[in-house]
């Protein structure tokens, strides 16, 4: 008895376009990781100049503090090294972003109508833009804040202005014997990059957020309506998340809870332009059912 060849007849047609789309998936990929890799050698090249502006906020602190000759150090002999590692990790996919972004819209931009793709598009160039906003907000604002408020706890400010007062012809050590005990700030470059980078993530990644909730709104997944009755648990959870990914002061504190709490209003107010929309197109459609617009 012949076998049903039609049996088998989907799970060739369904292998055929899976295939495709797994190699699809890793051509992305490919240029994804090179455009990453790229960029992060570049990257590496001018590695001296991107750690000097990221060092930026605590120089111009300590010559604020009256050190008008910041030094910063590093204690191991491999420890400079993997810091430029870091920032050019950092700064490649900050660069690579774009062509990271391009591949993924290429892989899933056949899958979408032609709405779907006129919708999403914008978002996929909104989010790179907000992310540098709030980098941009944290390191020019909220690190030399913070800066500002560690620093500001040693004695910096009375002995380098009585050691450079002196001329400099003394060692340092018996000017601090005039000054008493005197508690003075020895920069290291990883530990002060590390504040600065996880400042500058935590602020790039918290003004996703209109990006986020306008998103769930187009899936149905949020509404305006839900976002204006949750304000107080939002309060409370930007309140958690100021207090985990900044500073203990109370100035930088306020500040992140004020930005982030202006962009849940401002996602509510998209949410609710998104919602509009959806209406309006239901309506031109004949779809729309007069039942659900309290949900």
């Known amino acids: 008895m012949p076998a049903d060849k039609s049996a088998n007849e989907p799970i060739d047609d369904s292998s055929a376009p899976l295939i495709e789309h797994l190699a ?43 050190n008008p000759n910041p030094v ?11 810091t430029l590692v870091r920032i050019a990790m950092v700064g490649g996919f900050v660069l690579a972003f774009p062509i990271i972004a391009y591949q993924l819209w290429r892989f899933v931009a056949p899958g979408l109508y032609r709405n779907e ?47 450079f007062a002196q001329g400099a012809d003394v060692p340092l050590a018996a000017v601090a014997e005039d000054q008493g005990i005197s508690i003075v700030f020895n920069g290291k470059v990883n530990e002060t990059l590390d504040i600065t980078l996880k400042m500058i993530i935590a602020f790039g990644l918290t003004f996703q957020l209109p990006v986020l909730l306008t998103l769930m709104g187009k899936a149905g997944l949020v509404s ?6 949750g304000r107080k648990w939002a309060i409370v959870g930007i309140l958690t998340l100021a207090a985990l990914v900044t500073p203990p002061d109370v100035v930088t504190q306020v500040i992140l809870f004020t930005v982030v709490y202006g962009l849940y209003e401002i996602s509510i107010f998209l949410v609710a332009s998104v919602e509009r929309k959806r209406i309006a197109q239901l309506k031109a459609e004949g779809l729309y059912d007069e039942d659900d617009e309290d949900l």
Do not use: N
Not at 45 to 64: C, H, K, S
Not at 72 to 82: C, G, K, L, S, V
Not at 119 to 129: G, H, Q, T
Not at 224 to 229: E, V
């Open 24 to 66: 699809e998936l890793r051509t992305r990929l490919i240029w994804s990781v090179l455009a990453f890799v790229v960029a992060m050698l570049f990257s590496f090249v001018f590695g001296d100049q991107l750690l000097d502006f990221l060092l930026m906020p605590i120089e111009q602190t300590m010559r604020a503090l009256g």
């Open 72 to 82: 910063m150090q590093y204690t191991a002999p491999q420890e400079y090294f993997f």
């Open 117 to 163: 793709r006129g919708a999403f598009l914008p978002f996929l160039i909104a989010s790179p833009v907000l992310f540098l906003l709030g980098a941009a907000f944290a390191h020019f604002v909220v690190v030399p804040l913070a800066m500002g408020f560690f620093l500001g706890f040693a004695d910096l400010p009375s002995l380098v202005t009585a050691y």
């Open 224 to 229: 305006a309506k839900g976002l204006r009755g």
